[in-house]
């Protein structure tokens, strides 16, 4: 769905990031159909210094298939386990969620993987989540989260800090449409309503734009550092080292209260467009998991 990432300039992103300090890497099973963890697997393979996140795709809800599916994470990230691993998207409506939790934390009796976790889990399905754990702690549900997506500030993120859950946001830049970023027509951004709206919006851009000249930051390093100030963790999509370099300089910076007012003021509509239920990967629910995989066969990843 990211037609032209360049391998040799993803290897240099993680070399450099290595280099100064970001040592969290994301990534999932249906990511270039395993293509991203190889490709992860063959250049962190030996280092222990680094935390990796993996997923099970929805579409798994057997117990049985989702510790098979996290023994083959870990072959092909070529690590003895898997730091965090995370249910993708929850399962078809009509399937159990207890089996996708009890899936998962058979993965970890199992040592394929260290903790376990949620990701596009509404804050009832999330609670369901948590009441279904035997063993281990739900550690963290992985939301579309950014200026220009906030549904999940209404019930999942107060929900998540109530139960102690980390939140980890995705696509915090909009999948780019917040930064300088090229805006190349790929089938990742131009099938993402979000990405669509906030490309054009010229009010929240001026925002934006304006905050960065006076902090003297990027809009990127902005809007990763306002998703900071909601204490919420940010997943950025970083195929480049120079935008690896920009994020380093903001890992311990705090935004002051005036420009995360501005933002919030900037931003506040798309609480009204988003509305108020958590949507995205939420049709997957209703379509039985055997489609659901057929679906993604054929669009080439999600
Ligand atoms: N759990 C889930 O369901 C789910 C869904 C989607 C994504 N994710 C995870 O979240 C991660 C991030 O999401 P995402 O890739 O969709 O969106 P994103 O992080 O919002 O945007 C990624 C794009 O932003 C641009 N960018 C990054 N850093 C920049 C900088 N410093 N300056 C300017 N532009 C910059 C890059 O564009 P160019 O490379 O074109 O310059 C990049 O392709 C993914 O890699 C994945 O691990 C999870």
Not at 95 to 105: K, N, S, T
Not at 198 to 222: G, I, P
């Amino acid at each position: 769905m990211w037609s032209a990432t360049d391998e040799g300039s993803v290897r240099e992103a993680v070399s450099r990031a290595l280099e100064l300090g970001l040592n969290h890497f994301d990534t999932a099973e249906i990511y270039g159909w395993g293509r991203s963890e190889r490709l992860l697997g063959s250049i962190i393979g030996n280092i222990d210094e680094v935390f990796i996140v993996s997923k099970v795709g929805g579409f798994r809800r057997s117990e049985n298939d989702i510790v098979k599916a996290a023994k083959r994470i870990r072959e092909r990230l070529r690590r003895d386990s898997i730091d965090l691993l995370l249910s993708h998207w929850p399962p078809p409506f009509y399937a159990d969620i207890c089996r996708v939790i009890h899936g998962l934390e058979k993965a970890v009796d199992k040592g394929y993987a260290r903790s376990i976790g949620v990701s596009n889990y509404s804050s009832s399905l999330l609670e369901k989540a948590v009441y279904c754990t035997r063993k281990y702690e739900v550690k963290t549900d992985q939301v579309q989260y950014s200026l220009a997506y906030r549904t999940p500030e209404l019930a999942i993120i107060p929900r998540a800090k109530e139960l102690n859950i980390t939140v980890m946001a995705w696509s915090p830049l909009a999948k780019g449409a917040l930064a300088a970023s090229t805006r190349r027509r790929e089938p990742a951004r131009m099938s993402d309503p979000v990405y669509r709206k906030v490309a054009n919006d010229k009010c929240l851009h001026t925002v934006l734009e304006r905050v960065s000249r006076e902090l003297k930051l990027t809009k990127a390093q902005v809007s990763i550092s306002w998703i900071q100030s909601k204490g919420v963790e940010p997943v950025v999509g970083v195929r480049k080292p120079k935008h690896v370099e920009e994020l380093s300089e903001i890992q311990e910076y705090v935004l002051p209260d005036w420009a995360v007012q501005s933002l919030d003021g900037a931003s506040r509509r798309y609480l009204d467009i988003w509305g108020e239920t958590y949507k995205p990967l939420g049709k997957m629910r209703v379509l039985p998991g055997f489609i659901q995989l057929v679906l993604i066969k054929l669009i080439g990843g999600v």
